[in-house]
Structures are given as C-alpha cells and as structure tokens.
Nanobody, 123 residues
Framework: VQLQAYGGGLVQAGGSLRLSCAVS????????IAWFRQAPGKEREGIAC????????VYSDSVKGRFTIASDNAKNTVFLQMNNLKPEDTAVYYC?????????????????WGRGTLVTVSS
C-alpha cells in the first residue's frame, strides 16, 4: 500500500491551495482516507477524513468551513481543498488510510501513512 501526498507550497494568508493524495495497493472504496498535519513543535492533528464509497466526511473544528475533502474514485485520489489559509495552517500535511469504512481523524485508527507535503502560509 502506498499513499503519496503532494501539492504543498508557499501561499499568502487568505489564499488557497489544493493537496492531493494518490492511493495505491488497497481497495479505495473500502477504506477511509484522512488528512493530518503537524506544525513545528506541535503534535500531529487529524483534520479531515472521507469514505469515498458513500462520501461520508468529517472535519476538525480548526478547518471546518475552510477546508473540503473530496475523492476521485476513478483515479484513487483524495483531495484537500484549503481556502482562506492562515499562518497557523503552516504544517507538514500527511494522508493516511484506515481499512475500516468509518470516518475518523484518530491517528491510532490509521493503517497506512504517506510521506508529508509542506504547506507554508505567510502573513
């Protein structure tokens, strides 16, 4: 199983960025795919999750209303659209997969992790 997150970069506060997570080696529709982030000096935080089979989603309070998670089942890819970015969104963003078809942002539920992509939001 492989997950590859990409799309990070430098953006000004108030701007937008879209991250992608390419998933291979597992049955996409039978899994939950989640996004996590880890800011410098802070613990890793779960921010969004989707089960592509039924489009069930969940968000953390810190990103609700600004970020949107979506999936492209034909491409086995999950996206994270990030709008109205703030300097406190600066972090390394990771995607992860859970073999259970239940939306969750709990780290202990994840079975597979990808490498992160850095998002930097300047003020």
């Amino acid at each position: 199983v492989q997950l590859q997150a990409y799309g990070g970069g430098l953006v000004q506060a108030g701007g937008s960025l879209r991250l992608s997570c390419a998933v291979s080696g597992l049955t996409f529709g039978n899994s939950a795919i989640a996004w996590f982030r880890q800011a410098p000096g802070k613990e890793r935080e779960g921010i969004a999750c989707i089960v592509s089979d039924n489009d069930d989603t969940v968000y953390s309070d810190s990103v609700k209303g600004r970020f949107t998670i979506a999936s492209d089942n034909a491409k086995n890819t999950v996206f994270l659209q990030m709008n109205n970015l703030k300097p406190e969104d600066t972090a390394v963003y990771y995607c992860a997969a859970d073999n259970n078809k239940v939306v969750t942002t709990a780290q202990y539920s994840m079975d597979y992790w990808g490498r992160g992509t850095l998002v930097t939001v300047s003020s």
